[in-house]
């Protein structure tokens, strides 16, 4: 069963959130931080929306999604900017639904399209990703610290 994120969930949330990051390793990971951060985001936010994965009542999965734009199609995008899945409950087909879920989502608000990134070595994403109708990009991505 996939859920909105709200005040109700988000605790259940912050474990999986943890997780992720150290998958990422993320250093000085911060739950407080985290569940301010992450409580401004909801399925009537314009920001964006998390999304809790239940199976059999117990929150194993989850998807960010943020708003934002892109200037050279002049339209409202979609990011998927996480996916986790427990390592348990990987290959169950989670994380397929949650992407799904958020492709209609990103449709409902009006996004021209869903897109996202993953690490080179998150094979077994990658796997997931290449299995859907997508299109892959050969773009790189860079950061810019502004402190």
């Known amino acids: 069963m996939i859920e909105a994120v709200s005040s109700k969930n988000l605790d259940e949330l912050l474990p999986l959130m943890r997780a992720y990051m150290a ?3 993320v250093q000085n990971i911060d739950d407080a931080n985290n569940k301010t951060f992450f409580s401004q985001f909801g399925e009537d936010s314009d920001k964006g929306c998390l999304f809790l994965y239940r199976q059999d009542g117990q929150a194993v ?3 960010t999604v943020y708003f934002s734009f892109i200037s050279s199609i002049t339209a ?3 990011v998927l900017n996480d996916l986790y899945t427990a390592p348990e409950y990987r290959g169950q087909g989670i994380g ?3 992407v799904e879920h958020c492709r209609a989502y990103a449709k409902q608000y009006g996004a021209a399209r869903l897109q996202w990134l993953t690490a080179p070595d998150n094979t077994q994403a990658q796997a997931l990703y290449d299995s859907l109708d ?3 990009s050969d773009w790189r991505v860079y950061t810019y610290p502004v402190s």
């Open 23 to 25: 998958f990422y390793h």
């Open 61 to 63: 999965a989850f998807a």
């Open 76 to 78: 409202k995008v979609a």
């Open 96 to 98: 397929r639904k949650l």
């Open 134 to 136: 997508t299109n892959k």
